[in-house]
């Protein structure tokens, strides 16, 4: 679906003079070919313009678009949920196009246009996986200086002077020589704009000497809103007569209401329906507080049936851990170098570990929310919500509706925490909002409580990893073979994007992968399980404990030779020179060689997401009967490349050791019977102020291609303290995550 | 946010229970139940939707306002209990939302996705009625009742005390 303009805003494009104008309809827009020449498609037609018209605005490519008055509009095809990118990206294109960024307006993509898309998620908006500036950034450069060569062009014609005399100075263009300058605004006011969007190439870009923005401490634009209660997340949306509607849903996954008594629940002041849906029973009403209370009291027997009933987190990951260790199983391979499997069968010794995760939740500050106005012919929607994809959202709506994707109309809002929650093709809160409101014919606003939240969550998979490895005559590390028993989670989230991959998952194997060490022999491989729960990308994904693996195992072989653990990974990082950068960083940072009192122990990890790398170092002590860890320190750098936003990177740093910390100490999901245990922040604690170590980041800002922040330094938080403990007592902990009562068990026995 | 009018709110009811109180020092009268949650009133009822929603349980500090100068848990107060009361919101905090506090938040960057923020500056604000110069200890202590997924504690530590220091 291609929607650039609305068919009543006239906008001025290359090709066009002053007096001349194109009329805009809908399904008219301008693609960026390889050669950067315009594709024009849809239906135009062609008015000739009264004598002294008013100058149009300038669409200079899809992704900016200059005015008269010199503002300038920038696209946003992500969506914010407290990474940055909605500053930080269309600041990169104003930097390229030398715009000055206060007089730049981001407007967010609100529909499923491929010409905006993220080509790892098949051209679909999608804000996941930390890829938004290490795709989006390349793009961005792009259309900048195509705009600013567009505008110096249309100069050097005007002014009828050599291309290479110009020059731009932030919104102006300028010719030394005669002393001549204009603003963008009155480029496009005054002067012809050519056909052609024009090619560029590295000789076109601005140098990084002369940044004026990228690297810099440029504010973020969403700061001040989230400071004066102005800022609108999903759960926020007010539209005129909206009813609210509270869900009870099924205990167990799958599992339908048989019979209902709402008679109480509809005897509630201000309940006004009960819809009773294939999964539960929706209670509306006027007041979000009168469908609340009517949900508590309704009476609802349940099908009981589901296959879930039998499945219990506990004995799920015993079946996992099974499977880990069966070499027979089926497996796919995720990655592979050389020959393990060869090479450890014909080892004189192994050195092998199982380690084992339970689910965690995101725990996100907003729950789940959404509003839908459905048409009376329930074939098209209006949706507000906070999402992580526009274009999953437009396409699973549309299906949820059974219409066409091209009836969807979309406001996506900024989001209460994302971390993975918001990224699913079917957003079953999205699908309550459309349910009801097409049952109702009136706009509906759903909230999930905290309960529903986890009761009815998606979580991070449970998993069992079995490691084996082998060293040669010389003591090299010479094989590693990593099996990962686990559901697959993206056949789960989208099926589209799981027909393309299949059978390789992405979201469950992430990490696995081995980009970090010099190991001749790697495999990395899938041994598909059932899933014990819902699940979906969690923040990290995979590297969340495909690293807890691959770094706790890193340092039981270089324990069972004898050797630091520092020592270990630099001489398996020779050829590595990034990551032996930050080891020897973070280890001068925590003073790897000082010896610390008795009771306090080091433990040290690694961890890369994409292109970007951290390492980092836990000091702390461990109560053995409690089972109690204090973190009293921990040390964290990264290198995501070229630093885009210096604080911004800091900040989520410093987030990502938190909730790792938090995860790894704190937290765990469990199923019994089907039914999540936990229900609400008593049961599921996450990190307080004051539960929070002295943590001390760094963040290193290399010569490499910028990449992705939002989840650097998570995965190496657990594989830390795992070690620190080992280093400590003499016992490893492979388990995620390290509870008291986890840990005090591990120390007995 | 300055509500300049008399604000009254209607539920599907058979009978009108108008509770009347005083928010942002603005007079307001709701057709509310008694029991009704004032988190849900001021957002839903009197569309002052910067107080937010977390847990529900007085868990996650979201949903804090100042109700007559000290932070209560909006998800867990009835309106009928702040009859006649004065309740302050985010939007109310400071004119033209430039409290210390406010000024602090913007000039560190502090909110990443922010929806933990209101509740935090309103328990903030609070600390430094009480107390104009806290310790880093004392910062901790009485902002601990406010949860942030995104980790964003030693930086609002910071802003408290940048605010603290400017005021």
Redesign the interface.
């Known amino acids: 679906m291609i929607d650039n303009h609305d068919s009543t805003d006239r906008k001025r494009t290359p090709g066009t003079t002053r007096r001349t104008f194109i009329k805009q309809t809908v399904g008219f827009t301008f693609a960026i070919g390889a050669g950067g020449y315009i594709s024009v498609f849809g239906a135009q037609s062609q008015d000739s313009a009264p004598a002294g018209s008013k100058a149009e605005p300038l669409q200079a490519n899809i992704w900016v678009t200059i005015n008269p008055d010199d503002t300038i509009v920038i696209k946003f095809a992500g969506t914010e949920m407290g990474q940055g990118s909605m500053t930080h990206v269309p600041m990169m294109l104003a930097e390229h196009l030398k715009a000055d960024w206060d007089k730049v307006q981001v407007d967010i993509v609100k529909v499923n246009d491929p010409a905006f898309g993220n080509p790892i998620f098949q051209n679909m908006l999608y804000t996941a996986g930390s890829t938004h500036v290490m795709i989006y950034g390349v793009k961005m450069r792009v259309a900048g200086t195509q705009a600013r060569k567009l505008l110096k062009l249309a100069v050097a014609k005007h002014w009828d002077v050599d291309f290479s005399e110009l020059s731009t100075e932030p919104g102006l263009v300028i010719h030394t020589a005669s002393g001549r300058r204009i603003s963008y605004g009155d480029i496009v006011a005054q002067v012809d704009i050519p056909h052609e969007i024009p090619e560029v190439d590295e000789s076109d870009f601005i140098p990084e000497t002369e940044f004026r923005y990228i690297g810099k401490q440029v504010m973020r634009r969403d700061v001040p809103a989230k400071t004066n209660g102005t800022a609108l997340y999903g759960m926020d949306v007010q539209v005129p007569n909206m009813a609210y509607a509270s869900i009870l849903r099924a205990p167990v996954e799958d599992e339908k209401p048989l019979q209902v008594n709402d008679s109480l629940a509809k005897q509630v002041n201000g309940v006004t329906d009960i819809v009773v849906l294939p999964y539960g029973v929706a209670v509306v009403g006027s007041t979000v507080e009168a469908t609340q209370k009517g949900k508590r009291i309704l009476e609802v027997t349940w099908s009981e049936t589901s296959v879930f009933r039998g499945i219990s987190s506990a004995t799920s990951i015993a079946e996992y851990s099974s499977s880990a260790r069966d070499l027979n199983t089926d497996a796919v391979a995720w990655s592979s170098l050389g020959d393990a499997k060869g090479t450890l069968a014909q080892a004189s010794e192994i050195v092998d570990a199982l380690y084992t995760t339970e689910p965690a939740y995101h725990a996100q500050m907003e729950p789940m929310s959404a509003t839908a106005s459905v048409s009376d012919d329930g074939k098209s929607a209006e949706i507000w919500v906070g999402t992580q994809t526009q274009s999953l959202t437009i396409i699973g709506s549309a299906e949820a509706l059974e219409t066409d994707p091209a009836n969807i109309t979309l406001h996506p809002l900024t989001m209460g925490g994302g971390f993975g929650r918001r990224s699913r093709l079917r957003q079953h809160y999205v699908d309550d909002a459309l349910f009801v409101s097409r049952e109702l014919k009136r706009p509906i606003k759903v909230i999930w409580s905290r309960e529903d939240d986890l009761k009815s969550g998606y979580f991070r998979t449970a998993v069992a990893q079995y490691m084996r490895g082998a060293f040669d005559e010389d003591g090299k590390l010479i094989a590693v073979q990593h099996r990962v028993a686990a559901p697959a989670i993206l056949p789960t989230m989208n099926k589209h994007r799981w027909a393309v991959n299949k059978p390789k998952d992405v979201i469950t194997m992430l990490g696995s992968e081995n980009r970090t060490y010099d190991i001749p022999n790697h495999l990395a491989e899938h041994i598909l399980q059932q899933r014990c729960c819902r699940v979906i990308a969690f923040r990290g994904v995979g590297t969340g404990y495909t690293k807890f693996a691959m770094e706790c195992f890193i340092d039981e072989l270089a324990e069972s030779k004898k050797i630091d653990p520092l020592e270990f990974r630099l001489e398996l990082c020779h050829n590595n020179p990034r990551m032996s950068t930050l080891l020897k960083t973070v280890a001068e940072m925590a003073d790897w060689d000082t010896k610390r009192d008795a009771g306090i122990g080091l433990g040290l990890a690694l961890s890369g997401y994409h292109k970007s790398l951290s390492a980092g170092v836990v000091e702390l002590s461990v109560e053995p009967d409690s089972g109690r860890i204090n973190v009293l320190k921990f040390w964290a750098v990264g290198d995501p490349g070229y630093v885009v936003a210096p604080r911004n990177t800091e900040a989520q740093l410093m987030g990502n050791i938190i909730f790792g910390l938090s995860s790894t100490l704190m937290e765990r999901i469990q199923i019994e019977n089907g039914v999540v245990q936990q229900s609400n922040f008593h049961d599921y604690p996450i990190m307080r102020m004051n539960e929070v170590p002295a943590i001390e980041t760094r963040v290193l800002s290399t010569d490499n291609a910028s990449s992705g922040v939002g989840e650097l330094g998570m995965a190496m938080v657990a594989p830390a303290i795992s070690n620190a403990i080992a280093s400590l007592t003499g016992k490893r902990i492979r388990h995620q995550p390290m509870t008291p009562d986890i840990v005090s068990a591990a120390l007995r026995g | ?1 300055e509500l300049k009018f008399h604000i009254v709110s ?5 009978h009108e229970i108008m509770i009347s109180f005083i928010v942002n020092g603005t007079n307001v009268k709701v057709d ?2 008694p ?3 004032l988190l ?1 009133v001021l ?3 009197l ?11 007085g ?2 500090g ?1 949903c804090m306002v100042h109700i007559e100068g000290k932070t209560g848990y909006s998800c867990l107060t009835p309106v009928s209990a702040v009859a006649g009361k004065s309740v302050t ?3 109310g905090l400071a004119p033209d ?1 430039q409290h210390p506090l ?1 000024k602090a ?2 000039e560190l ?10 509740g935090q ?1 309103m328990r903030a604000a609070e600390l430094l009625n009480k107390n104009k110069h806290p310790s880093r200890e004392e910062v ?2 009485h ?2 009742t ?12 910071k802003a408290i005390q940048l605010a603290a220091r400017e005021a």
């Open positions: 946010m209607r539920t599907n009811t058979t509310a139940e029991d009704a949650p849900w957002r839903e009822h569309k002052l939707t910067g107080t937010k929603f977390g847990c529900g349980m868990q996650c979201a919101t985010i939007e939302s406010q938040w913007v960057e502090v909110p990443q996705c922010g929806y933990c923020q209101s500056i901790i202590k902002m601990s406010n949860l942030c997924r995104c980790g964003t504690y030693p930086t609002i530590i």
